[in-house]
């Protein structure tokens, strides 16, 4: 078991520098400058904490909070920032729009000297469709490492796999928001891409943490005295997610795309309503727990008094 957890440990890991690296040799291309090479230096943290975890945990991951992830996305975020800022160039690229053209792209030949004309093409991908291709395995390998890690103490098997359905769905929502905010922003207002990844950035926040579904568990005799944030923990972190994480910034930058850049189309109005339909339900579901927690207190007191 031990030798198991130590390699998903190291295969995670692997796969997050292997990303990165990637990441990093687009940038470089693209600026055509190879001191963006040092970019690599930001993986020196991950190497270390993989280092420490095998020496120290054999491997396994903690409970709140996931430190593999945190520094995988202090190693990519810059990268996918200094691509999505880069002047995009009107010249002639591959797109991946077909099987036909993901294959002949990306499918490299047995022969040896194949391998240099296949990079050649893969640098030659539209950059639209390198940093689309980048978000999504992005947050694929968030979802995917987060499985493979070895669980942290105290985490269940029915915690992670609930953690890893709330994951899928935060990374659908936060690509929507990249791919179609970014694209819509970029063409008439390019100061709002500043903005844009600023709130994407802080966004991806939330897969280092696990407060969404493990909480402490107290006995049923404890849960009457203890407090509401106590009681609430799991629930008030869905609702801090959703109000200053995620939704809540989402529908901050929709509005101002719409109200300031006058932008609006059927897709960004949808979206748009979903985000305050969130934000409204979180708050209404804040103010059920509150007054659920009011009349078990106040009919717990009335219990006790002799």
Known sequence: MTLLRSTCAITTRALFILVCMCAVWR???????????????????????????????RGEDYKWFSPPIFLFLISIVPSIWLLELHPQQQIACRKLDSFESVRTTFMVNTTFGNYSTRLKAISTVCSNDWILALHQIVLILLIVGKWLLPRGGGVTREELSQLLLIFIGTAADILEFTSETLSDVKEKTPQMVYLVLAVWTWSMLQFPFHLSVVSNKSESEDEQRSSFFTKHSTDMWNTTEALFIQDGPFLVVRV???????????????????????????????VVLCQDYRASSSSSRDFTVP
């Open 27 to 57: 940038v470089t291309s693209v600026k055509e400058d190879l001191l963006y090479w040092f970019l690599l230096l930001l993986l020196l943290p991950l190497v270390l904490e993989m280092i420490f975890t095998l020496k120290r945990r």
């Open 256 to 286: 101002t795309a719409m109200v300031y850049c006058k932008i609006f189309h059927q897709m960004l109005g949808f979206f748009t309503i979903k985000n305050l339909l969130v934000v409204i339900l979180s708050l209404y579901r804040l």
